[in-house]
């Protein structure tokens, strides 16, 4: 992301509106670095101050939150497509997201401590579609895309979720890339239980935004790992809502989130079925999570020769055995043979992975010294090297 002043918006105009004038001048700090900045009181003041042909971006306060002002400007974003509106708002709701960008404005977001992070991103993104040639660039061009990495497992209960948030805390810790989670167990997802947070959106409002969503959008919805950094897509709070939810929609917003994070961890659910299946058609890495007991190597042959039959190739496919060491003995070099593919990573056994997730903290950040740790670490250590 760009930071403030890292260009100047040479052929924008720049158009604060906002009833209140002591947010209306915090609001047009926010953008001064950028350039110079115009205030409004109104939506009808902005084409007077913006002359035709000349773009703008438009950022709206809280005040430009009513249907009747979102009507004032879905009529002025249809008459002058060279604006590009920013709509800053108390709390985001799925209502009122979804008014704002049928009403035409590019972006919404929340009135809070990260504000003029949100408003930069928003602004770099817009910057782009206008082809502004000192905007910043993305981070990497569409030859060099972020890597999504699909966790997945044949049944439950193997360490899935425990997997995939470690994995995303460890990648963030062992790369300069910016990295996100995404928790597809629609029903029953555990990401948020994992890292202890509580978000505000979910994959819901994703879907919810539509054909009209894009990276700012998107990254709007994600909630902050204060720990890590990572950045999450929580799963639904009601499971009832995954049955609104296409398997499509889900793709094409992994698939998103790989334009802006270097890593898009994904959390399946617990089982084979047509989302995991397509998520893993579409993963650069699918992280296949066993354990160390018969029925669940049992379990995992079988997916394994699922994937086979389905043409997903084993290249891009990693075997995690957790709870490698424990009182099941099993013979590991065995189960390789039996499953025709290399272990990558061997989780041990250990008493500290329920502690760390009975507090909410990941096992590399609660534990960073346990071998637990260690071995996720050099998992993450494998995809990173992968990626160059």
């Known amino acids: 992301m760009a930071t403030a002043g890292s260009y100047v918006m040479e052929t924008l105009a720049l158009v604060v509106v906002e009833l209140d004038p002591t947010l209306r001048d915090h609001l047009a700090g926010i953008l001064e670095p950028r350039g110079p900045v115009m205030s409004c009181r109104s939506v009808d003041e902005v084409a007077r101050v913006v002359g035709d042909g000349h773009g703008a971006i438009v950022l709206l306060g809280p005040s430009c939150a009513s249907r009747e002002i979102l009507a004032q400007i879905d009529t002025l974003a249809r008459g002058r497509p060279d604006l590009a509106a920013i709509l800053v708002v108390e709390a985001v709701t799925t209502e009122l ?13 929340a009135l ?52 995939s948030s470690n994995l995303a ?15 597809a167990d629609l029903q029953f997802g555990d990401i948020c239980v994992m890292m202890r947070l509580a978000p505000k959106y979910t994959m819901v409002n994703a879907v919810e935004a539509g054909a009209r969503i894009d990276a700012p959008i998107l990254r709007s919805l994600l909630t902050r790992h204060e720990g890590s950094g990572t950045m999450v ?13 296409a398997t499509a929609d ?14 898009v961890v ?38 394994l020769e699922v994937l086979n039959l389905l043409g997903i190739g084993q290249n891009k496919a990693r075997l995690v055995m957790n709870r490698a060491g424990s009182k099941a003995k099993l013979d590991l070099p065995a189960v390789e043979r039996t499953l025709r593919t290399k272990v990558s990573c061997y989780l041990p056994s250990s008493v500290v992975v329920p502690e760390s997730v009975n507090r909410g903290v990941p096992v590399v950040l609660h534990s960073p010294k346990s ?15 992968a990626r160059v």
């Open 250 to 263: 889900v793709v094409r917003i992994c698939s998103m989130l790989t334009e802006t994070f270097g890593f």
């Open 233 to 245: 897509l929580a799963a639904p709070s009601d499971p009832r809502l995954a049955d609104q939810i």
């Open 266 to 303: 994904v959390d399946t659910p617990p089982q084979l079925n047509e989302l995991s299946l397509s998520l893993m058609e579409a993963a650069d890495e699918v992280v296949l999570v066993t354990s160390a007991d018969i029925a669940n190597v049992k379990n995992m042959k079988i997916a």
């Open 371 to 385: 071998a637990v740790a260690k071995a996720f670490e050099e998992l993450a250590d494998t995809l990173v090297k």
């Open 97 to 109: 997201l979804r008014e704002a960008l049928r009403a035409g404005v590019r972006d919404v977001v």
């Open 112 to 163: 809070d401590h990260t504000v003029a992070d949100q408003i930069e991103f928003a602004m770099d993104a817009i910057g782009e579609r206008f082809g502004i040639s000192g905007a910043a660039p993305p981070p990497w061009s569409s030859e060099r895309r972020g890597r999504l990495v699909v966790v997945v497992s044949a049944k439950g209960g193997v360490g899935k979720s425990v997997v």
């Open 169 to 183: 805390v460890a990648l963030r810790a062992r790369s300069s890339d910016e990295v996100a989670v995404v928790d």
